[in-house]
């Protein structure tokens, strides 16, 4: 367990350090309205893998990546009956759920619920999450209780002025690897949109 758990942190930081020679793949997504740092997007459907934690923000973070990513790098059962290795994706997303947290990762657009192995860790599950619209804003640093916080307020007041109606709770997203310096950390605060009555 130990040295998967090793290879899995070398492989995440391989995988963005190489970010400049190959591209790390994000859910595609049409900008309906924006005014930097925010944005109104509408997302495509896609597969996500995702687990439920519970704890504070940061060590649920820190647990559900490394369960997810057990998934991704081979702890799971194909349809061959072999272990099959996913593409990374960014983000990773985490958001309140119940009294806990639920991460996840998005999966690479050409796979379905049907072509991905099954996941072998029973606290990870494959979701159709489908097409919706959210709110963004985009921010740098590290993403602690108090920048949250705050992000999310100005979002929420960004949402107001353009009569924009939340339909979910906020969610964290983080596009880069742990040892990114701070001011070229990319970081989002996502609110999903209620639909259109």
């Avoid at 049907?114 to 990870?124: A, C, F, G, I, K």
């Amino acid at each position: 367990m130990r040295l998967l758990l090793a290879s899995i942190g070398i492989c995440f930081v391989n995988l963005f350090y190489m970010g400049h020679a190959m591209a790390i793949e994000e859910p595609p997504f049409r900008v309906l309205q924006s005014e930097p740092p925010f944005e109104y997007r509408l997302y495509s459907g896609f597969v996500v893998a995702e687990t439920e934690l519970a704890g504070d923000f940061d060590a649920a973070s820190r647990t559900g990546f490394r369960r997810v990513a057990g998934y991704i790098f081979g702890d799971n059962q194909a349809q061959n009956g072999g272990i099959r290795k996913i593409e990374m994706t960014a983000p990773v997303t985490v958001e309140p759920k119940d009294q806990g947290w639920r991460l996840h990762f998005v999966m690479p657009s050409a796979e379905s619920l049907s072509s991905l192995p099954r996941p072998n860790n029973p606290d990870v599950k494959l979701r159709q999450v489908p097409e919706h619209a959210v709110a963004v804003v985009r921010f740098s640093g590290f993403t602690t209780q108090g920048a949250i916080e705050e992000q999310t307020s100005k979002l929420r007041k960004w949402m107001v002025s353009k009569q924009l109606e939340a339909g979910g709770t906020a969610q964290v997203a983080r596009y880069n690897d742990p040892f990114t310096l701070p001011w070229r950390r990319r970081n989002e605060i996502l609110i999903p949109i209620a639909p259109t009555r």
